[in-house]
């Protein structure tokens, strides 16, 4: 009697347990956004973009148009005060459910933020179906929608070749970041940092590279590619930096890991070249006299990828002259990028969280003015250790004198 009671009970409660399709939703029911593109409208509202994908185009061929009826993905637009309100009433327009788990990059229009970024994360961070691991990029000339209707001829939807060139540009070539949205709204968040977001823009026609004919030519019509750094003050973009300066912010950041630095010899500019495998960089605060100082140390590894004039690189002196050079080279970036945010008056290199860490008490006297006061006139003290470990399979030059 009793072990029947118990089964009975058993029974009951494995029932209240397995109910668990109250919430499905059906695949045909959702639409996946890969993408959302955030711009202004004239009135001041917020026009939302969200990059959907079309299954059937993109899973029914090998190479676009080998097999697929129409384009991978659809661009569906909606406006509101709000993001979620926005967000919502693109419903109008859908005739599925709009689904965030699958999206993974944010592209804001550079009005938007220009304006500020203060009423932009609060949606997303709130939102449990939205990753905080999704990319972000600024739209720099051009509206996040455009960005977003481009094309594209390797990866057949657009936000996934977007996504692999951040983190293979930041890989190889160390002028821009792979930032995600939780990253930006730490350094929002924190009195001794402001965020740094790398800028895409558009070769090429936009009007033309939303067409199907886009992807169909050796020579696209229109292509996206990254454009420098966005410095951030109080959450407005403030500054655009761009070649060996950007490159000076990433090193500061700590974010090379490979990168190619080229340097004069014998008079003529730009003919060795230096491929760094391995790069650290510390940055350390201290007080003197009441007031903060950093010291930015970079250690890098590397090897010669070329050398266009005459060169005994067998030479161990010749290769402690080439070090030396380097060294110059990449203290010179680093210290334009110094100066350059200096004169922004905005934080972006993390010298005041290295002040918060050095020294507590001062800084919570400083913080209120850290950006305005004190980084500016910050003394920074910049030295690099570079090393060559490698010069490849010839030591002696073929070219002649």
């Keep these: 009697m009793k072990r029947g009671i118990a089964i009975f009970v058993l029974l009951v409660v494995c029932t209240g347990m397995l109910a668990g399709c109250w919430s499905k939703k059906e695949l045909t029911d959702l639409a996946f956004i890969i993408a959302v593109g955030l711009d202004k409208t004239k009135d001041g509202k917020y026009l939302a973009s969200f990059q959907v994908v079309n299954p059937g185009n993109v ?20 406006t509101g005060d709000t993001l979620v309100e926005a967000s919502r009433k693109a419903s109008e327009k859908m005739s599925r459910l709009l689904y965030y788990a699958h999206t993974n990059l944010v592209v804001i229009g550079e009005e938007v933020a220009r304006e500020g970024l203060d009423g932009v994360f609060d949606a997303l961070e709130r939102n449990s179906q939205f990753r905080m691991t999704a990319h972000l990029v600024i739209a720099h000339g051009h509206s996040a929608k455009e960005v977003l209707t481009v094309l594209t001829p390797v990866d057949k939807i657009s936000a996934n070749q977007i996504i692999k060139t951040l983190e293979f540009s930041e890989m190889v070539w160390g002028q821009t970041m792979n930032v995600d949205v939780w990253q930006v709204i730490r350094d929002l968040a924190s009195p001794g940092r402001n965020p740094v977001i790398t800028g895409i823009r558009i070769e090429g026609n936009p009007a033309r590279g939303k067409r199907q004919t886009n992807v169909q030519s050796s020579v696209p019509d229109a292509r996206v590619s990254l454009d420098g750094l966005a410095l951030f003050k109080n959450g407005r973009l403030v500054k655009w930096v761009n070649g060996p300066t950007a490159r000076g912010v990433v090193w500061v950041l700590d974010r090379i890991k490979q990168t190619n630095v080229t340097i004069p010899w014998n008079g003529k500019q730009e003919v060795i070249g230096y491929r760094t495998v391995r790069a650290k960089t510390d940055v350390e605060a201290t007080v003197k006299r009441g007031r903060p100082a950093v010291s930015v140390h970079i250690k890098a590894e590397g090897d010669v990828s070329e050398a266009l004039v005459p060169i005994h690189l067998d030479d161990a002196k010749v290769l402690f002259q080439l070090e030396k050079e380097i060294e110059r080279d990449i203290k010179k970036e680093v210290k334009q990028a110094i100066e350059t945010a200096q004169r922004a008056r905005t934080d972006v290199l993390g010298f005041g969280d290295a002040v918060h860490r050095a020294s507590p008490r001062l800084w919570k006297k400083i913080q209120n003015e850290w950006h305005d006061r004190y980084f500016p006139e910050l003394d920074v003290t910049v030295t690099a250790d570079i090393y060559i470990r490698r010069t490849g399979l010839r030591n002696k030059p073929y070219m002649e004198k």
């Design 59 to 78: 899973a029914g061929a090998t190479q676009r148009g080998g097999g697929a009826a129409g384009v991978p993905v659809s661009i569906y637009t909606s």
